[in-house]
């Protein structure tokens, strides 16, 4: 695979390895386990595992388990499984919750410096006086504690003697200081709530931006690299590190989060999306989760070259959806069989074909790639076509079957239109054919053409099949005001079902296989919902787009 596109942090990793800085890369991907991972988390997947691969290091996945309200070991599992599915190899596995005891001891070393005190002040407090871009701060009245004070108050603090929110511990910086960042920010707060991991252990727990340097340094990571909006945050992350007096310094690198057309890239807003039944769980094929993605078909190959694609930049950006589907496209073109289905079935009855007759007809399996090699299509009297494949009256430029028009079969013979069946409403339920021999696909015949080709699938082997066809459930113009609003502005044509028929050999399809459906694109056999007897595909992509890289 293609690993060697380049991208500034590759530079500077390069570089730090050059001049002895770094001995030994290593990085780590850090999800909160708060819900599922997400298109935007792949990209920071790859690139931390491919760049310790690329020279030779290590990648944690580290859980960033700091909030025990929101976090839960089903979205654990469901983190790993992702990133094994995308096809990498941790080096060490762990939690940061396993460092709480660390923590609360640097907190210690903190408070024991001055450098840190507990204060009494509300949350509403604390935010009220922050001060401004343009005014500072304002000093807590427990700012002049002592250090034996503080300490005895953090104890006690860690001892359960406080309720939630009635006190804080908060670094002692600078409430001038001109990034806000660094006003004295909460590190730690009383929380009574059961933790996945350290059970009830705890009812105080670090703040994410004292916690994530502290983890990153106690792993020895070299590279912590982020998204932009931790910029800010770096100065009290290098503080962290230094007045903890952290034997190892790791150092923070920020790059521009992936954010996508007509896709909601928020777990806060998937999670509603699951919450409020308006998706069938964190995998529905239109959720941009990867367990949904790779539900709807995608594959780790896709989403790779997608990320290596878009590369790694400083600069915001949206990234058109449909360079996800080039690349789903380019990476099945060659590998997936390229089959016939009926997706809005109408009955065809070839009138001169002999009564009770089948025979087999030979198709390539794909028809780029000799090496799939042939299968035996059944062919007889009755057949299904698409129903928008007939037109009684139809425009100019329609060569598809019309009355008294002759069309080829995929992969069999040209059949002509003789007449159309309606019910009683004028439906057209059934049309009448006939068939001519000498144009059987593979014979050489020359002797007349015609201008469309469609496909079928023979009547009395057919499979019947469950088709689902999605779009965004979000587009980019639907309204939102931050609170769930764009649950009342979701797509109402996000899934379309439709029920049909494919060849028989599709029968026994296991989830999970991908096929290209002749003129319709790529589906995939959907792992869940498909029994013994009926096959559900996904449609993944369809076959085209305008979309050019
Ligand atoms: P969300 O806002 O969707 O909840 P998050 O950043 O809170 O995302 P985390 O679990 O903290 O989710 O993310 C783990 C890692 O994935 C972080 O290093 C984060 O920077 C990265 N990440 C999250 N979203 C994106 C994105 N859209 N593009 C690139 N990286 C992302
Ligand atoms: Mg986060
Ligand atoms: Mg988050």
Avoid at 201 to 219: S, V
Avoid at 220 to 229: D, N, P, R, Y
Avoid at 283 to 310: N, Q, V, W
Wanted: charged residues 30%.
């Amino acid at each position: 695979t293609k690993t060697s596109s380049s991208n500034f942090i590759k530079h500077i990793v390069a570089e730090d390895l050059a001049s002895g800085n770094t001995k030994e890369v290593v990085t780590r991907f850090p999800p909160e386990p708060n819900g599922y991972l997400h298109i935007g988390h792949a990209k920071s997947i790859c690139l931390n595992f491919e760049l310790a691969d690329e020279f030779k290091g290590r990648t944690n996945l580290r859980f960033d388990d700091t909030n025990p309200v929101k976090e839960d070991v089903e979205y654990v599992e469901s983190i790993k499984r992702d990133v094994a599915w995308l096809g990498f190899e941790w080096d060490g596995l762990f939690f940061a919750s396993d460092y709480f005891g660390e923590m609360y001891e640097r907190a210690l070393v903190l408070i024991r410096k001055g450098l840190a005190y507990v204060d009494d002040q509300t949350a509403d407090q604390i935010r009220e006086t922050r001060g401004t871009l343009t005014e500072p701060g304002k000093e807590s009245p427990s700012r002049g504690r002592s250090a034996i004070e503080n300490e005895d108050l953090f104890r006690r603090m860690k001892d359960g003697e406080f309720k939630d929110g009635e006190k804080v511990l908060r670094a002692k910086i600078d409430m001038a200081s001109p990034n806000v960042n660094m006003r004295d920010p909460v590190i730690y707060r009383i929380v009574h709530a059961h933790h996945h991991n350290t059970g009830d252990q705890w009812c105080i727990y670090p703040m994410y931006a004292f916690a994530h340097p502290l983890e990153d340094a106690i792993e020895g990571v070299t590279h912590s690299i982020c998204t932009l909006e931790f910029e800010d945050q770096r100065p009290f992350y290098d503080w962290v590190v230094r007045e903890c007096e952290m034997p190892w310094v790791p150092r923070q690198y920020e790059f521009a989060r992936l954010n996508m057309t007509n896709t909601v890239m928020s777990k806060r807003k998937l999670k509603l999306l699951v919450d409020e039944k308006a998706v069938d769980g964190w995998d529905d094929p239109r959720m941009p989760t990867i367990s949904g993605l790779r539900r709807k078909g995608y594959t780790p190959e896709a989403i790779r070259a997608f990320c290596r694609e878009i590369g790694v930049t400083k600069s915001y950006g949206i990234v058109d959806e449909r360079m996800l589907e080039h690349f789903i496209r380019e990476d099945l073109k060659l590998k997936a069989l390229r089959t016939m289905a009926v997706i809005s079935p109408l009955k065809v009855v070839i009138t001169n074909y002999p009564e009770g007759q089948t025979e087999w007809l030979e198709a390539e399996n794909n028809s780029e790639n000799p090496e799939m090699g042939n299968r035996q299509i059944p062919f007889s009297r009755e057949i299904y076509i698409e129903q928008d494949d007939f037109m009684e009256n139809p425009p100019a430029k329609y060569f598809r079957l019309f009355p008294g028009n002759e069309v080829r079969l995929k992969h069999a013979y040209f059949i002509k239109c003789e007449e159309a069946i309606k019910d009683s409403d004028g439906n057209v339920i059934e049309l009448r054919c006939t068939y001519d021999p000498e144009t059987k696909s593979g014979s050489g015949f020359t002797g007349r053409k015609v201008k469309g080709t469609i496909h079928w699938v023979e009547a009395s082997n057919a499979v019947p099949a469950e088709f689902r066809l999605y779009e965004p459930l979000i587009n980019d113009d639907s309204e939102d005001d931050g609170n769930g609003s764009f649950l009342q502005h979701l797509n109402p044509n996000s899934l379309e079902t439709l029920q049909g028929f494919v060849e028989p050999a599709m029968k026994e399809a296991p989830g999970g296989e991908k096929f290209q459906f002749f003129r319709h694109g790529y589906f995939n056999v959907d792992p869940k919902d498909t029994t013994p007897d009926k096959p559900v595909f996904n449609r993944i992509v369809s076959l085209k787009s305008s979309f050019d890289i």
